[in-house]
Structures are given as structure tokens and as C-alpha cells.
């Protein structure tokens, strides 16, 4: 450097030099690169990629959609894994295994072995999934390379999604190939007539779905007791409508249509859930409810793809409070719930189940507008002749001894099914303690009902109210539009189509 010559100057120049001896040394091809190459008959590099990313949930059904495809005549695949320092927080696609030089990971990247990840699905069922890795696959002697990789949480909420990259030198075969998996992935759903629910799990970056299989217990139609005429309504709207879903549909009558179940606590709203789920084969149910009321745009998906579907939202009020009243924020949640029931085609069966033990507080945006809750049923507390039907029903398998039972059904006037079946519980409990311990069954007497009472009543007001035992004035009123002409609550049909 002569004194005429500044140092940014000599910096200037010195990196030219330097990027002269890189642009003329000769980048080493990796053994990878090398062996897609060859499997591609051609230069990676100038063929084209197409790639598709699905939902979290949907992890399953890419593998079993990619397992079926490569089951097909004339199919065939081998899977290779990569080994690479860190390949899950690199992002890493197609481009860059068959970069030469080009990328900062096309040296590093190696075979290795395959990454699995364990999903469990319905019982014991445990399904093996790709996370990351290579097919190298042959379609009647064509070749093609599929990538797969799985959601990938260190990168951030916004890639927390399955991903499928496809490269062939032929772009309608890539193309065709998607098609083909994304086909499969709706024939072979795993949640597809399965109890299933979606609920958060914090992993890195926030928030994840969850997807959990429930096996609901089976509910008979004499499980369920309900004032004359209440279960045949819900039957026909809930059942009826799938079963002649091909016929209102070739009449231009909407399938699609919610049913809202509101009464005080214990009433049996639940219950009757279970029942039609159970009556409805081969249907898949959604349940949503606590934490997993923030997935609803989700699980509208999810219902659309898999149906026939039935979604359960239990306690609807939590996010579907009238707008305007003091002191309620307007939710978020509630205008997705909204946009989602309306969003649906009226000729996808979908059936939406709203339940509520505050109807009077609900949006009547929801509660009152055809087209979302078609159907709103009160389940009201149980009278006598329904108590004594509770009683026996809740005493199987006891041996029930109770003389003056006429005794016990006018005391729980004002009592839920669900206290009912905590009496005959409780009752039994002592049964059992005073009993000898040689007899198979539990004899319930006179006293064992006495007993149990006192217990559940012990306490007060508020023992009584969380144990389901409801005083006159305590029942939820209405959701808007359902009072009768005596302003009495009754079930509201509105008409549909």
C-alpha cells in the first residue's frame, strides 16, 4: 500500500481478490447431491419443486396417504434419512439438498437415519410418522423425489406445519403426484368416525394443537329421561336430517344446522350428547369446550373435511355473551364461531351442538337467527314421574330395599339427574360399609338414602346447588326468541331452507 492509497481502498480491493479465488476454485459435490442426481436421470437444479403444507392435525394423514400411494402397482420408494447438525432449526427444503456451493448447508448434508415420531391415535393404536425424510421414489419406472418433514416448532408458530416437497423432471407428474396424496389423505383420515378433540400444549414457541381420541361410554335411549315428546325432537333434527341428507339435499334443503341444549346444571346435556353420538355410526364427533373453545376455526375445518361431523361446543356462553351488556368485552371467539357456522355449504353435513346453562345470556346473533341454532331445547329439572324413572335407573345393579321410596321423590323435587345418580352413589357407599362383605351386590335401604341426603345437603345452599339441587327461580331462563306464549321456556323450531 502506497501512500496514495487509502485503507478502505485496500479493503476494497483485498476482498475482490478474495472473491476472485472463490468464484475460481471448484465447490466439491456432496455425496448426496450425488445420489439424487443419479436418481433423477438430470440436473436437480433445474428442475422444478412444488411443495403443500397441511394443518398440525393432519401429520397422520400425510403418512397414511404416503404408505397407501406407495402400496399402488407399479409404485416403489426408498426412504433415506439426513444427518446434519441442527437440520431442525435450519428450515431446510429441496433447494437445499441439491444446491452445489450455493447454500450454506449443501456440503453439510449427508444420509443418515430417518426421523419417526410416535402418534397415538383411537385405543391402543400407535401410528410411526415421518418427521424428516427423503423418498426416492419410481411412478412405472418415472422418477421423483418426495421430501417430508413435520411441524417444525423452533421455527416459530408460523411453520408449525407438515410440510411434502416434490421434485421430478416432468411438472405435471410432481403435480400429479400431490393430487394423488392429498386425495388419499381424505379416503384414509384417521379421525374419520372417531370422538376426537383439540385442545393447546405449550412446545417452544407457544401454543400448539393437541388432538386427543375419546371412547365415549354407550348410552342407551332409556338412559336418557326427558319430559314426553323432548328426545323424539332431537332425534328427528340431529338423526333424521343424515339419514334423508341425500334427499333434502336433491330438494335444495340445507343439512347443515345447530342444536342448542340449555338447562341448570346436571340436567342431562351431556348425556344426551353421548346418546347421539352413539346412535349416529360412523359419524365423527368434535368436542369442544374449556381451553379447546380457541381451536374452533380449526375444528370447523376439521368438520368440513370429515363430514358427516358432528361439532360439540359445551358452554357456548363462555365465548357467547351478548354484545352490549355491562361489563362483557366483545369476543373474538364468538365472531369466529359465527363465521364458521355461516361459512359451511348448505349441503355439507355438519351438526353443531351448541350446550348452555346461561341461555338468557347468550349473543342473539347465535341463539336467534335461522340458519345457525335451528333447534333450541330446554332440559328441564326432572318431575316426579321423571325422578322415580331417575331412581330406578340409577339403582341397577343394586339390591335396592327401599320401603317408603314415595318419601325420597317428593325430598328431591327440585334435584337433578346428576344429584340423583350421586344419591344412589353415596347411598350405595354406605350400603357397602354396613353390609358383611359376603354378598356380591350392595343393598340399599331407607336409611342408606337418609344418610346420603344428609351428606349431600350438608353444607347449605351452595352444598346443595354444586351437588345439582335446584330451588325454585334458580333455572336459566330462555335463549332469546324461545319464550312460549305463557312466557314459559319451550323448545323453538325454526323452520329451515
Do not use: C
Amino acid at each position: 500500500m502506497n501512500e496514495r492509497t487509502s485503507p478502505e481502498e485496500f479493503g476494497l480491493l483485498f476482498k475482490r481478490f478474495l472473491d476472485d479465488i472463490v468464484n475460481r476454485a471448484e465447490v466439491p459435490e456432496g455425496v448426496l447431491l450425488k445420489r439424487l442426481r443419479e436418481h433423477l436421470g438430470g440436473e436437480p437444479m433445474r428442475m422444478p419443486v412444488i411443495s403443500e403444507e397441511f394443518e398440525r392435525f393432519q401429520q397422520p394423514n400425510l403418512q397414511v396417504a404416503m404408505d397407501a400411494y406407495l402400496e399402488r402397482p407399479g409404485h416403489s420408494a426408498e426412504l433415506i434419512g439426513l444427518a446434519a447438525e441442527n437440520k431442525r432449526s435450519w428450515g431446510l427444503g429441496l433447494s437445499d439438498f441439491v444446491s452445489r456451493g450455493t447454500s450454506p448447508y449443501s456440503l453439510r448434508l449427508a444420509e443418515g437415519p430417518v426421523d419417526w415420531v410416535n402418534f397415538h391415535l383411537d385405543g391402543d393404536r400407535v401410528l410411526q410418522v415421518v418427521q424428516f425424510g427423503l423418498y426416492l421414489i419410481r411412478v412405472d419406472g418415472a422418477p421423483l423425489i418426495a421430501f417430508v418433514s413435520g411441524p417444525n416448532d423452533n421455527m416459530g408458530p408460523g411453520r408449525a406445519r407438515a410440510r411434502i416437497e416434490v421434485m421430478a423432471a416432468d411438472r405435471t407428474l410432481a403435480q400429479r403426484f400431490i393430487s394423488d396424496i392429498t386425495n388419499l389423505m381424505g379416503e384414509r383420515n384417521v379421525y374419520r368416525g372417531k370422538t376426537v378433540s383439540l385442545g393447546p400444549q405449550q412446545f417452544g414457541f407457544g401454543p400448539q394443537t393437541i388432538i386427543t381420541f375419546h371412547r365415549l361410554p354407550a348410552v342407551a335411549r332409556d338412559d336418557v329421561i326427558l319430559p314426553s315428546g323432548v328426545l323424539e325432537r332431537i332425534d328427528r333434527h340431529a338423526i333424521s336430517f343424515s339419514e334423508h341428507a341425500q334427499q333434502l339435499t336433491a330438494a335444495g334443503r340445507p343439512v347443515k344446522r345447530g342444536l342448542l341444549l340449555y338447562g341448570a346444571p346436571g340436567t342431562g346435556k351431556t348425556l344426551t350428547i353421548m346418546y347421539l353420538a352413539g346412535r349416529m355410526k360412523g359419524r365423527t364427533v368434535l368436542l369442544t369446550t374449556g381451553r379447546g373453545l380457541g381451536f374452533i376455526s380449526s375444528v370447523a375445518q376439521m368438520a368440513r373435511i370429515l363430514a358427516p361431523s358432528t361439532v360439540v361446543v359445551e358452554d357456548v356462553d363462555l365465548i357467547a355473551q351478548e354484545r352490549g351488556m355491562p361489563g362483557v368485552q366483545t369476543q373474538p371467539l364468538l365472531f369466529e364461531l359465527l363465521n364458521e357456522m355461516d361459512g359451511l355449504r348448505d349441503d355439507v353435513d355438519v351438526l353443531f351442538v351448541l350446550t348452555t346453562n346461561r341461555p338468557d345470556i347468550l349473543e342473539p346473533a347465535l341463539a336467534a337467527r335461522p340458519g345457525r341454532v335451528d333447534l333450541a331445547i330446554p332440559l328441564p329439572l326432572p318431575d316426579a314421574d321423571a325422578r322415580r324413572r331417575l331412581f330406578a335407573l340409577y339403582a341397577r345393579g343394586l339390591d335396592f330395599r327401599v320401603n317408603d321410596l314415595d318419601k325420597f321423590i317428593v325430598r328431591t323435587e327440585g334435584a337433578s339427574p346428576a344429584y340423583i345418580k350421586e344419591l344412589l352413589r353415596k347411598a350405595a357407599v354406605f350400603g357397602a360399609i354396613e353390609g358383611d362383605g359376603a354378598s356380591e351386590t350392595v343393598r340399599v335401604t331407607d336409611k342408606h338414602l337418609d344418610l346420603a341426603m344428609d351428606e349431600l345437603t350438608e353444607g347449605g345452599r351452595l352444598a346443595e346447588r354444586i351437588a345439582g339441587f335446584t330451588r325454585p327461580g334458580d333455572e336459566p331462563g330462555p335463549p332469546p326468541g324461545a319464550m312460549g306464549p305463557s312466557g314459559f321456556p319451550t323448545a323453538v323450531t325454526r323452520r329451515l331452507g
